[in-house]
T-cell receptor, first 120, second 107 residues
Framework: DTGVSQNPRHKITKRGQNVTFRCDPI?????LYWYRQTLGQGPEFLTY????????KSRLLSDRFSAERPKGSFSTLEIQRTEQGDSAMYLC??????????????????FGEGSWLTVV | GENVEQHPSTLSVQEGDSAVIKCTYS??????FPWYKQELGKRPQLIID?????GEKKDQRIAVTLNKTAKHFSLHITETQPEDSAVYFC??????FGAGTRLTVKP
């Protein structure tokens, strides 16, 4: 296990199309997070899961955005009817709420490489 | 929701000088205080973190100090080097991020 994995890394889509991103967290991490980041800004929290339960969702997340984590492992983030304003990097991250490793005493959030979305 | 503010938004120092970035937060229940470094086009990387039962933590040239009463924590970088140039983010409780501080270290 080499860390949080995201794909695709880059996606160019036409306005109005749907896109889906996938995130595979670090194994045994029960928490998974999605963020959006645009140039010059900090990561903006979108939603997070503990196992398969979606515990929090940002008010900034419009109805066109949906995230799932059906089996408590990988997660998908779907954007429907994309708009140019959706162009950003979508970051996934994971953490373990229960410390299992001495060097990772819980709560530390590890990020994936991100998925760049360009809506044209 | 949590309000997170970072200051300054940009910081330019001479190589070898120290840099300090401050983060204030509003949620008194926060108990985990990380700092992330992000280089252009890359993911945020954790550089140091502290938990609420500790007031200070140091790792070589980097330190974090926490004042829970005043609800702020700070990142301290000593003997700065050009490779420290990046954007630094605080994220109290690990979920809400500050807007970032762009640090430039001039050789």
């Amino acid at each position: 296990d080499t860390g949080v994995s995201q794909n695709p890394r880059h996606k160019i889509t036409k306005r109005g199309q749907n896109v889906t991103f996938r995130c595979d967290p670090i194994s045994e991490h029960n928490r998974l997070y999605w963020y959006r980041q645009t140039l010059g800004q900090g990561p903006e929290f979108l939603t997070y899961f503990q196992n398969e339960a979606q515990l929090e969702k940002s008010r900034l997340l419009s109805d066109r955005f949906s995230a799932e984590r059906p089996k408590g492992s990988f997660s998908t983030l779907e954007i429907q009817r994309t708009e140019q304003g959706d162009s950003a990097m979508y970051l996934c991250a994971s953490s373990g709420s229960v410390p299992k490793l001495l060097q990772d005493p819980g709560n530390t959030i590890y990020f994936g490489e991100g998925s760049w979305l360009t809506v044209v | 929701g949590e309000n997170v503010e970072q200051h300054p938004s940009t910081l330019s120092v001479q190589e070898g000088d120290s840099a300090v970035i401050k983060c204030t937060y509003s949620d008194s229940a926060s108990n985990y205080f990380p700092w992330y470094k992000q280089e252009l086009g890359k993911r945020p990387q954790l550089i140091i973190d502290i938990r609420s039962n500790v007031g200070e933590k140091k790792d070589q040239r980097i330190a974090v100090t926490l004042n829970k009463t005043a609800k702020h924590f700070s990142l301290h970088i000593t003997e700065t080097q050009p490779e420290d140039s990046a954007v630094y983010f605080c994220a109290p409780s690990g979920m809400r991020f500050g807007a970032g501080t762009r640090l430039t270290v001039k050789p």
